[in-house]
């Protein structure tokens, strides 16, 4: 949950780095990468024992794989938030106009990963599934985005401060696509089912 809490404040404060560029925002970024990263280590070592010394069988092995692969994921999440943030330095300097959509992007995706969380914690299948198909609402925005750009670009906007706005929300876009996987894993986690993989897994 702490993981997950830091994943949602590094997106918060990527975007306010690249829509305010508050450089201190960037920096508070990239320390949460770096605890992200340690927490990590920390869960993992934490499965790796429950896996060694307890032996779980079925639904508690399905828990214990399922938190395996959710920390991997929330850990690339701080990752892109961190490239947002990079990014955020060189829009600043170029006072480039950050398109609305951005912003809300950005907002879509921390819900997300606060309700992906969420649905591991409650153990909710409806929130996994809200999580699964809200995905489609942030590719449609990144599509929108595309064509946005590229009609700026076409206009008079620098191409590179073009192209650092697409990274950006493609980094948002991917974000939401790890927020999914968050999901699917707590639905394997409380099913024993995973929807990329339709059949019985670690048993009931």
């Not at 975007?15 to 340690?38: F, H, K, S, Y």
């Not at 929300?169 to 939401?176: D, L, N, P, S």
């Amino acid at each position: 949950t702490h993981m997950g809490e830091l994943c949602e404040v590094a997106i918060a404060n990527a975007t306010n780095a690249l829509t305010e560029g508050d450089l201190e925002q960037a920096q508070a970024v990239i320390e949460a990468d770096e605890e992200i990263d340690q927490l990590e280590k920390e869960i993992e070592g934490l499965c790796m024992k429950l896996l060694l010394q307890q032996q779980p069988v079925a639904r508690d092995l399905r828990e214990v794989s399922a938190a395996l692969k959710m920390i991997s994921d929330m850990e690339r999440i701080g990752d892109q938030a961190s490239d947002i943030a990079d990014l955020s330095k060189f829009i600043e300097e170029n006072h480039v106009q950050i398109p609305e959509l951005i912003g809300k992007m950005a907002e879509m995706t921390v819900g997300m990963v606060t309700e992906s969380v969420d649905a591991f914690v409650k153990r909710d299948l409806d929130l996994c599934r809200k999580v699964i198909d809200d995905d489609d609402q942030v590719d449609d925005a990144f599509n929108r985005i595309k064509e946005e750009l590229a009609e700026l670009m076409y206009q008079n906007l620098d191409a590179k401060a073009g192209l650092d706005l697409l990274m950006t929300a493609k980094y948002m876009e991917r974000i939401g696509d790890h927020a999914v996987n968050i999901a699917e894993w707590v639905e394997y986690a409380i099913t024993g089912v995973h929807r990329n993989n339709e059949h019985q897994l670690g048993g009931h």
